[in-house]
């Protein structure tokens, strides 16, 4: 089972702290969202999760960085200035604005339960190009209107890597193939942002580009489209929620030969199949545009530099062909924004327990559930008890994400746990006091273990594996 729908989600991330409205007291501000302190942990054991499946468990990746602002030439030449634009349309009559390539996703704000454009009084102005970029200034004198101070903050976290190209050989020593990994915010002025955290104005990228010769460029594109396709369901998300979307050539960026959409099905209500699934994340094949136009050497055909402005060169020099080429880059990008969400609604299960009422369990996999156990007294008015919870709870820290909880009965406490995604409740009773033992229950089971307090890390260690 997962969730039925986003909304489903949206009230389980503000009831128990996951994601919050941003600017709430004010009125919010369209799709910026705070992450509380379930969500927080959650979102940093993903990046965790995908760092160290990238990084530290490969010998060929490494890690960076980069700088949100950058110098504007950056996005001049990777073409962001000309290029990184969506169509944008206004209606006359209930002056909304929409991407005219998603309009089937919106609703009109005069009739919101049709779709805009599917309202008669609909009356669209002819499409614009509206660059996604955000603007500001650099310099305690920089005017809005001086194009000396005029920068940008990173639509992507890409570019960041690629200039920094010959930093990170000249210093690893790598040999292609090879990767640059890293995980940072990107902003984008979406013009029709929405559906919680799915689509929003300030987001958070695991992106990694994998530079290989061109020659062997498809073959791994190949691999790391079958690899990620793996990884997700090793995070516990399912394999039906999950396909494959291969780009049309209309679809594919300028630079890429190929590029393979992960989707997940973020839309099981709604009746058209089709309309249940969106990017998850793309894996793209850019070839050798990156490297090749940040650097200062390429020319057209003319003979005139197509980079007047780049003083390095960001080509490769095999050393056992004594050739030098601009490697072919791939590209596996992925949001920790739609990556949580999507975790969030494969892990979401109802279950009924005895007495006939329903409860919320958050099936998530313990590498990534916010906290791994949690220590629960039986009474809290006995001293006793709370001070050995309390002393357990301390000693299960180091080794795990532990907390110690009395804010209501043991039911409730468990209910909130589950809800939570909270593999393990430790409870200290009466009986504790004499036979130093504690209950351990499971999350998904319901089920109830007596484990001597000596053995306990242990006992979890091995259960949370």
């Known amino acids: ?6 909304e489903t989600i ?14 709430d007291i004010y009125g919010g501000l369209g799709s910026s969202w705070d992450y509380g302190g379930l969500g927080v942990e959650l979102a940093n054991n993903i990046k965790s999760a995908w760092w160290r499946w990238l990084v530290y468990e490969r010998d060929d990746i490494e890690g960076l960085d980069s700088s949100i602002i950058q110098n504007r030439l950056v996005w001049k030449y ?12 206004d209606c006359r009559n209930c002056h909304g604005r929409f991407r005219t390539d998603k309009l089937q996703d919106v609703q009109c704000p005069n009739h919101p339960s049709v779709h805009a454009g599917e309202s008669r009084e609909c009356d669209f102005t002819e499409p614009r190009q509206f660059n996604l970029m955000f603007k500001t200034t650099i310099g305690a004198a920089a005017v809005e209107d001086d194009e000396s101070a005029l920068a940008y903050l990173r639509p992507e976290t890409a570019q960041g890597i690629f200039i920094d190209f010959n930093n990170v050989l000249n210093t690893s020593r790598k040999k292609l193939p090879f990767g640059i990994a890293q995980i940072g915010k990107s902003f984008r002025n979406e013009v029709t942002p929405g559906n919680f955290i799915f689509r929003t104005r ?17 073959e791994i594109h190949q691999f790391w489209i079958d690899a990620f396709y793996e990884w997700f369901q090793t995070l516990g998300i399912s394999a039906e929620n999950l396909k494959l979307y291969e780009q049309t050539g209309d679809e594919l960026a300028h630079y890429a030969v ?8 973020y839309f099981p209500e709604r009746a058209d199949q089709e309309k249940q699934w969106d990017e998850l994340m793309g894996i793209a094949n850019r070839t050798d545009f990156d490297l090749k136009t940040h650097s200062k050497k390429p020319e057209d055909r003319e003979g005139k530099r197509l980079n007047s402005d780049s003083t390095d060169d960001l080509s490769y020099f095999d050393e056992q062909t004594k050739q030098r080429f601009y490697p072919f880059v791939i590209e596996p990008a992925a949001g920790v924004n739609r990556t949580l969400l999507a975790i969030l609604m494969d892990a979401y299960t109802e279950k009924t327990n005895d007495k006939g009422e329903t ?18 007294p039986l009474a809290k008015n006995k001293p006793e008890i709370v001070a050995m919870a309390k002393q357990i709870k301390k000693d299960l820290q180091p080794s795990m994400r532990a907390v110690y909880d009395d804010t209501g009965g043991i039911g409730k406490l468990y209910a909130r746990q589950d809800e939570i995604g909270t593999p393990f409740c430790v409870t200290v009773d009466h009986e504790s006091l004499e036979d130093n033992a504690v209950t351990v229950r499971d999350r998904d089971s319901w089920e109830q273990e007596r484990v001597n307090v000596s053995e306990l890390k242990d006992y979890l260690q091995k259960r949370l594996r």
């Open 1 to 6: 089972m997962s969730a039925p729908n986003i």
């Open 10 to 23: 949206v009230s389980l991330s503000k009831r128990r702290g996951f994601v919050f409205p941003s600017s």
């Open 78 to 89: 990777s073409g962001h200035e000309d290029t990184f634009s969506d169509p944008l349309v």
């Open 202 to 218: 300030e987001f958070e990228q695991m992106e990694m580009e994998y530079f290989v010769r061109p020659e062997d460029a498809a």
């Open 258 to 265: 190929r590029t393979v959409d992960i989707l997940y099905r």
């Open 359 to 376: 409860r919320v369990i958050l099936k998530l996999k313990p590498e990534l559930a916010p906290i791994k156990v949690a220590v629960l």
